[in-house]
């Protein structure tokens, strides 16, 4: 009913930049927030940062300076800047989104196929 389709991971170094893109589609009524969280391996799945359709964002303590977090409603698109990486930001990153859909009173969760980020030290 509803797909995330992630792009923009890679191998940058050190110190590098990457941003990475979400897109929705299906049968999306609305969508209320929208996030990226990652897993590195042997690690459970943490958030990294989220934006609700209409407040403030939240982020990882350990993200908050380096990474920013956009969404485009009209796209049903949320987007992730990561400025200064580090080698422990190594990990799959996921999109995640909270779909009202066009038919049904319910939000669901949405997750993306995932995409890796490899930053070298």
């Known amino acids: 009913q509803v797909q995330l389709v992630e792009s923009g991971g890679g191998l940058v170094q050190a110190g590098g930049s990457l941003r990475l893109s979400c897109a929705a589609s299906?049968?999306?009524?609305?969508?209320?927030?929208m996030g990226w969280y990652r897993q590195a391996p042997g690690k459970q799945r943490e958030l990294v940062a989220a934006?609700?359709?209409?407040?403030?964002?939240n982020y990882a303590d350990s993200v908050k300076g380096r990474f920013t977090i956009s969404r485009d409603n009209a796209k049903n698109a949320v987007y992730l800047r990561m400025n200064s990486l580090k080698p422990e930001d190594t990990a799959v990153y996921y999109c995640?989104?909270?779909?009202?859909?066009?038919?049904?009173?319910?939000?669901?969760?949405?997750w993306g196929q995932g995409t890796q980020v490899t930053v070298s030290s």
């Open positions: 299906g049968s999306i009524a609305s969508i209320n927030a």
């Open positions: 934006i609700p359709s209409g407040g403030s964002t």
């Open positions: 995640n989104a909270r779909v009202k859909l066009l038919q049904g009173p319910y939000e669901y969760d949405y």
